[in-house]
């Protein structure tokens, strides 16, 4: 048997790897926390239903991950960002959560994460010409 590699944008290819290694790390964990993976999807969003900003994230086993947080520029330093993040923070004790993780660079929000009790637990130097940085909130 011969395979290859393809670059291809293929949504059933990504949801037999994301799938496959989701069931492979599931085998791993103690069954009271193999079921315990979600989506989590917090939207700021105006009265006419316009998005403004966001969370997009996921609950995965005893831990929320935050992949994105954003607020548009002109609505920035109002307090949207921390209502997102205290929000998403809820849901994860709500879920039973023992912490937060999610990353930033050096130009984005470290400061802001470090205000709302986030630690820095890891660094990438030179990631794109920044600082990456890795960070963790426990519940």
């Not at 990438?124 to 960070?135: M, P, S, T």
Request: proline share 1%; with cysteine.
């Amino acid at each position: 048997m011969s395979f290859h590699i393809i670059n291809k944008t293929k949504d059933d290819y990504k949801t037999y790897v994301t799938q496959n290694m989701f069931a492979f790390n599931a085998s791993h964990f103690p069954a009271e926390l193999r079921t315990r993976y979600e989506p989590l999807n917090l939207f700021l969003v105006n009265q006419e239903g316009e998005v403004a900003g966001g969370i997009v994230g996921e609950f995965c086993w005893n831990w929320l991950e935050v992949h994105y947080l954003y607020v548009d520029e002109n609505i920035r330093k109002m307090g949207y960002g921390r209502q997102l993040l205290r929000a998403a923070e809820l849901r994860a004790k709500e879920k039973q959560c023992d912490f937060i993780k999610l990353d930033t660079l050096s130009f984005q929000a470290l400061a802001f994460y470090q205000n709302e009790g986030f630690e820095i637990f890891g660094t990438i130097e030179n990631a794109g010409g920044y600082k990456h940085y890795y960070l963790k909130k426990d519940l």
